[in-house]
């Protein structure tokens, strides 16, 4: 199983910006499907955004279209998650995670490596 540790994570206000890192060790991170998730305080974890590694194709949850990006870098072992214009309903727990597969799952039981994820706070 590849190890995964998030980053980027913070306080800002409303409308402001984080870019989200999340680096992977101990596998072949190229063969690797990405994905990050998160969690509000008292509610069930949630798909964010996907990256397939076989296609490259991205997926997004509805609430963030058009505000975040989702992208990979292979020879650095990472995936990104820039997040703009910021609400306060995005607060939450972000997690990454990972798994051998070609496209992007939306629930959690799909992945199988996960990071110990990064607080973002966006303040009104």
């Known amino acids: 199983q590849v190890q995964l540790v998030e980053s980027g994570g913070g306080l800002v206000q409303t409308g402001g910006s984080l870019r989200l890192s999340c680096a992977a060790s101990?596998?072949?991170?190229?063969?690797?499907?990405m994905a990050w998730f998160r969690q509000a305080p008292g509610k069930e974890r949630e798909f964010v955004s996907g990256?397939?590694?076989?296609?490259?194709?991205?997926d997004y949850v509805d609430s963030v279209k058009g505000r975040f990006t989702i992208s990979r870098d292979n020879a650095k072992s990472t995936v990104y998650l820039q997040m703009n214009s910021l609400k306060p309903e995005d607060t939450a727990v972000y997690y990454c995670?990972?798994?051998?597969?070609?496209?992007?799952?939306?629930?959690?039981?799909?992945?199988?490596?996960w990071g110990q994820g990064t607080q973002v706070t966006v303040s009104s």
């Open positions: 101990g596998g072949t991170f190229s063969w690797y499907t």
């Open positions: 990256i397939s590694w076989h296609s490259g194709n991205t």
């Open positions: 995670a990972a798994d051998r597969t070609t496209v992007v799952h939306t629930t959690t039981n799909q992945y199988h490596s």
